[in-house]
Nanobody, 121 residues
Framework: QVQLVESGGGLVQAGGSLRLSCATS????????MAWYRQAPGKQRELVAF???????NYADSVKGRFTISRDNAKNTVYLQMNSLKPEDTAVYYC???????????????WGQGTQVTVSS
């Protein structure tokens, strides 16, 4: 059973920092793009940051200059460094990975269970 396991969420004051991690578990044949999404109460899930297999990145305008996505391909792990956090960053953050779990399977998106990030003012 392939899973994405997130960690690193919590409560932080405005201006503070958090680092989210998302590690894969189980046997995986290949991982393509990885990303972080977030969903605040009453709002739709939105893309926060994206990183390709080659390391190209893209960010939501609201987090540019404050968040950094990175990946360790040897560990099948993706990270999200969040600096200068604001109360409006409060949300459940979800890891997403486009993966092929075996040579016989098709590529599809997998989601983590989510980790809560709360930024107090």
């Amino acid at each position: 059973q392939v899973q994405l396991v997130e960690s690193g969420g919590g409560l932080v004051q405005a201006g503070g920092s958090l680092r989210l991690s998302c590690a894969t578990s189980g046997t995986i044949y290949s991982i393509n793009a990885m990303a972080w999404y977030r969903q605040a109460p009453g709002k739709q899930r939105e893309l926060v940051a994206f990183i390709s297999t080659a390391g190209s990145t893209n960010y939501a305008d609201s987090v540019k200059g404050r968040f950094t996505i990175s990946r360790d391909n040897a560990k099948n792990t993706v990270y999200l460094q969040m600096n200068s956090l604001k109360p409006e960053d409060t949300a459940v953050y979800y890891c997403n990975a486009n993966m092929q779990i075996s040579i016989l399977s098709t590529t599809r998106n997998y989601w983590g269970q989510g980790t809560q990030v709360t930024v107090s003012s």
